[in-house]
């Protein structure tokens, strides 16, 4: 068994999963103070599409035996990180988002991305 196979148990212990996790409960939270006209346009469309990136990655982690549908659900996560990235940037442009906040989203999202990338190169089912 390799290191890695012994320290990976879960979803909960990718890195990548955290962090996508983290990242959509705190556009959840920043999401709260968009106009309530935003609701079921901007608001609705931002927090799916970032929950999307944790499910994305879970729901490959339960297809892992088979290595092309993990890594094809990783691919799916960063679509739906890119996405995420987008409906941002329209908050910032409106005026939703300050620029400490929104600085702070990119630097998160564009981690994020790097790590999904990473872990989708490195993938080897054992």
């Not at 290191?3 to 939270?29: C, G, N, P, W």
């Not at 400490?100 to 999904?116: H, P, Q």
């Amino acid at each position: 068994m390799s290191k890695i196979e012994i320290m990976i148990k879960t979803v909960f212990d990718l890195e990548v999963f955290k962090l996508s996790y983290d990242l959509a409960m705190e556009i959840f939270r920043i999401t709260r103070s968009f106009p309530k006209e935003e609701r079921f346009s901007l608001t609705d469309q931002v927090v799916r599409s970032s929950r999307s990136i944790a499910a994305n990655i879970a729901e490959g982690w339960g297809k892992r035996t088979y290595e092309n549908e993990f890594k094809r659900h990783l691919v799916y996560g960063m679509g739906s990180l890119e996405e995420t990235k987008v409906w941002m940037y329209f908050a910032k442009d409106c005026g939703y988002l300050g620029h400490d906040t929104f600085v702070s989203f990119e630097k998160k999202t564009d981690e994020l991305g790097a790590r999904i990338y990473k872990l989708y190169e490195n993938w080897k089912t054992f």
